[in-house]
């Protein structure tokens, strides 16, 4: 079983909705906890690029292309973190990963979840 599995992604109309979740089953909560949490995306032909990110202290940031539109959180408790974004636009369209950092022990990612956005 991987260490980051994510669900949620799927295809929609421009301008709906999907929650993202990356649940991480095998990792310690003390790896998680102090662990900051991002996600990232890949659209066709393009560069994986950081879509937001929320530290252990719940510090949240976000591309300027998603400010307003998508909401990173995270649940230690369960040991997931999730991606709601709303206001899809087309060229939200991509593959998106999340990775989970700890200075410590590494650096973990998803196998990644399709998101396709039409018009």
């Known amino acids: 079983q991987a260490y980051l599995v994510e669900s949620g992604g799927g295809s929609v109309q421009a301008g709906q909705s999907l929650s993202l979740s990356c649940k991480a089953p095998?990792?310690?909560?003390?790896?998680?906890?102090?662990?900051?949490i991002a996600w990232y995306r890949q659209g066709p032909e393009k560069q994986r690029e950081l879509v937001a990110t929320i530290t252990s202290n719940y510090d949240t940031s976000y591309a300027d292309s998603v400010q307003g539109r998508f909401t990173i959180s995270r649940d230690n408790a369960r040991k997931t973190a999730y991606l709601q974004m709303n206001s899809l636009k087309p060229e939200d369209t991509a593959v998106y990963y999340c990775n989970v950092r700890n200075g410590a022990v590494g650096d973990f990612w998803g196998q990644g979840t399709q998101v396709t956005v039409s018009s």
């Open positions: 095998r990792m310690i909560t003390s790896t998680f906890n102090p662990s900051s």
